[in-house]
C-alpha cells in the first residue's frame, strides 16, 4: 500500500457498500469503482475484501442480488440494498459519525 492509499478499518466496508447501493443496484465492480471515486481515489477495495462482505451481507439481508447482464455483455451479479438494508445504513451511518467525532476529539484537540 503506497503512503496516500487507505486501508477500511474493520466494519466500515460495510457501510460503504450500503451507502454505494443506496444509489442503486450495481455489480460488485461496479461498487469498488464507485468507492474509489468517491473516496477521490484514496479508498480501493480489493476483490478478496469486497465479496466476502457483499456475501456477509446478503446473508443478513441487507442487501438481494439477481444475475444480470453488465455494460459490457458479460453476466454479472447485480446487488440492491434491501428495507432492512436501508435501515441498517441509517444505524450504521449513524454509528460511523460517532466513531469518527470520537476519534477527531483525540487527533484535533481544541
Known amino acids: 500500500m503506497s503512503k496516500d492509499k487507505m486501508d477500511l478499518l474493520q466494519g466500515t466496508l460495510d457501510l460503504l ?3 454505494a447501493l443506496k444509489l ?20 480501493r477495495v480489493e476483490q478478496g ?3 466476502p ?21 458479460r453476466k454479472a451479479k447485480f446487488y440492491k440494498l434491501t428495507v432492512a438494508g ?12 460517532k466513531l469518527s467525532r ?3 476529539l483525540i487527533v484535533r484537540p481544541a
Open 86 to 97: 436501508r435501515k441498517q445504513l441509517v444505524e450504521e451511518t449513524s454509528n460511523w459519525e
Open 53 to 73: 462482505a457483499l456475501y456477509r451481507l446478503e446473508r443478513q439481508g441487507w442487501i438481494s442480488s439477481e444475475w444480470g447482464v453488465s455494460d459490457n455483455n
Open 17 to 19: 457498500i450500503l451507502k
Open 24 to 43: 442503486g443496484p450495481m455489480h460488485g465492480f461496479g461498487i469498488s469503482v464507485l468507492i474509489r471515486q468517491m473516496s477521490e481515489d484514496v479508498l
Open 102 to 104: 470520537a476519534i477527531n
Open 49 to 51: 475484501s469486497l465479496y
